[in-house]
Each structure stands twice: as structure tokens, then as C-alpha cells.
């Protein structure tokens, strides 16, 4: 979903950083490690040009193949995290829904390499199994998968026309949801990747309020993870991070308050 980050909360909590880490872990965030190679679900939404999404990812992405990742593989609950900037080479294999199922062959397949710029949030009280993006490492979502790619368009380079139809068989163009199989690629092979304009965070926004690496593939484990504590409010939630001791001591204090 196109979500504004709200820069002014992840600065302010940035602080208490260590202390509510445990708690932001385990309880909102199942973080599902994305393999290199694998199957998943794609559906796709209309993302208006020169909107900033979860990741804070540079505007100019829009102009190419764009995509949000299924929660607990995106690695955050709120604002960034751990899969932003990275890129999928994903291909159509088949359709999901329809009635017979299209089976695509080797020649009917469409592929497209996309960054990663936003979260596709799992609904809140929804079982896993009934909806898109809800999966988590136990749990698949409504189309059997742990992965769910929500593909941004239209987009300059990206539109519906990307899509195999078959009009006079099945009576409508869009399908809307398929099965693909992605691989993890180098962003060297995405679209934006030699246009300055596409890559990293937005320059409205600062490291702390943005992750959008320009090629991830090589440290899978530069943007953080976030999620909410009990109050709601955006934690950074990275087991990497040590805490100081004056932090930890000042975390102490607080206790109480971080309990609730
Ligand atoms: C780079 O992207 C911008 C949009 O952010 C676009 O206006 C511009 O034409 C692109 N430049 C090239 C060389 O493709
Ligand atoms: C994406 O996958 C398709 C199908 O396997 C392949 O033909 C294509 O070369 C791949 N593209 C990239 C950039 O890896
Ligand atoms: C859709 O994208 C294709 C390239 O993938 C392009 O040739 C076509 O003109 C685009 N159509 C629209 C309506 O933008
Ligand atoms: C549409 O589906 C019918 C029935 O399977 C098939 O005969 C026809 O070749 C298909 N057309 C395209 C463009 O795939």
C-alpha cells in the first residue's frame, strides 16, 4: 500500500532503541528469510508516479518496475525494512483464481526484474490463509505461498499489457493474481539502474527515515527491521544493534512505561 513514513515518530524512538527491541521482536514481527530462488504469489495495484512508499525509496523508482513484498518477508511491520531496494526477477508461470487455470508454456512466459520499494501489510486479525500478504514462516497465504509480490502499475515501464490475456477464452483480460517463481538478482539488471534520479532514498528523506539501498545483494542486511511496540509506535527492531550501557541504564527508568 502507498504509505507516507512518518519520519518524526522513527527519530524521536531511535532512542530507546535497545529496550524495546525484545519486545518489537516478538511481538509483531515474523520475519520469513526470502530464498534466492523461489515460488510466490503477484497481484497487482495502481501506484501513482512520484509517490514514496515504505522503504522511502527515491521517487524517480516509479518510473520503473516497482513492487511491494508480502510483510514478514519485507522484515518490518512499519516503515523500512531489511528487504527494501532489493531486486526479483519475477516470471508469470501461471494463473490463480481463474477457472481452468492457465498453465503458461516456456513461450507464454513474461518476466520483469523489480526493486522492492513497499510493504504489503498483513491485515490486522486476518488468518494468514485468507489473505495476500499475511504469510508468516509456519503459515501460507490464501494462494499456498510464503511470498506474496504486489507489482506496481502502470509505471512508464510497466503496464498491464505485461500480462498474457486471453479475452475471447476466458472472457476478461486481467486475471489480477498469478503464481510466478523469483529469483534474486543483481539491481544492475532493474530498468533504473543507470538512472541517478531511481536510486537510493528519496533526498527528502534522511538514513534515519528511509532504507533504499541502490544494489542490496551484496549485505542483505543493511536496511533494519521496525516494528511497533504496544503503544503503536515505530521501534527500530535490529538484533545487530548493541546497547550502551548509559542507554541501557536510561532504559531501566523506563521500564514501566516500555512494559505497557
Ligand atoms: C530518469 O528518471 C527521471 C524520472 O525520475 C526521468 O524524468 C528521466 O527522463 C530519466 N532519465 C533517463 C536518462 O532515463
Ligand atoms: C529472468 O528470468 C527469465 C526466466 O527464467 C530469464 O529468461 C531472464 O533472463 C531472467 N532475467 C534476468 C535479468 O535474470
Ligand atoms: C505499456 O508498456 C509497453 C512496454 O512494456 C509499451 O510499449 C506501451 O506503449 C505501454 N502502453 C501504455 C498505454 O502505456
Ligand atoms: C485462448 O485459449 C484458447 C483455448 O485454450 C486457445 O485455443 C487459444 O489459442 C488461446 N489464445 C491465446 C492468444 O492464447
Not at 524521536?12 to 511481538?27: G, H
Request: aromatic share 10%; net charge neutral.
Amino acid at each position: 500500500m502507498p504509505k507516507r513514513r512518518t519520519r518524526a515518530q522513527t527519530i524521536n524512538w531511535l532512542a530507546w532503541l535497545p529496550a524495546i527491541a525484545i519486545v518489537a521482536e516478538t511481538k509483531n514481527i515474523s520475519t520469513i528469510s526470502v530464498p534466492s530462488v523461489g515460488s510466490a504469489s503477484l497481484t497487482h495495484t495502481i501506484l501513482p508516479l512520484d509517490v514514496i512508499t515504505s522503504c522511502g525509496c527515491s521517487k524517480g523508482a516509479s518510473y520503473y518496475p516497482t513492487a511491494a513484498l508480502s510483510q514478514a518477508a519485507y522484515g518490518s511491520s512499519v516503515a523500512s525494512g531489511p528487504a527494501c531496494g532489493q531486486c526479483f526477477n519475477l516470471t508469470l508461470r501461471e494463473t490463480f483464481g481463474a477457472v481452468p487455470t492457465w498453465v503458461l508454456s516456456e513461450e507464454q512466459k513474461v518476466s520483469t526484474v523489480v526493486k522492492i520499494v513497499d510493504k504489503c501489510p498483513a491485515v490486522k486479525g486476518q488468518a494468514p490463509g485468507k489473505g495476500w500478504c499475511g504469510a508468516t514462516s509456519e503459515k501460507r497465504n490464501k494462494a499456498d505461498q510464503f511470498f506474496h509480490f504486489d507489482l506496481s502499475v502502470p509505471s512508464p515501464a510497466l503496464n498491464l499489457s505485461f500480462f498474457p490475456s486471453n479475452l475471447s477464452y476466458y472472457g476478461y483480460e486481467d486475471f489480477g493474481s498469478w503464481i510466478i517463481d523469483f529469483e534474486q538478482t543483481s539491481c544492475e539488471n532493474w530498468q533504473g539502474w543507470n538512472n541517478e534520479t531511481a536510486l537510493g532514498i528519496d533526498v527528502s528523506l534522511t538514513s534515519e527515515s528511509g532504507c533504499c539501498s541502490a544494489n542490496p545483494l551484496v549485505d542483505r542486511d543493511v536496511c533494519p527491521a521496525f516494528s511497533l511496540n504496544a503503544n503503536g509506535v515505530s521501534t527500530a527492531a535490529k538484533k545487530k544493534i548493541d546497547p550502551l550501557p548509559l542507554l541501557a541504564i536510561l532504559s531501566a527508568s523506563f521500564g514501566l512505561m516500555l512494559l505497557i
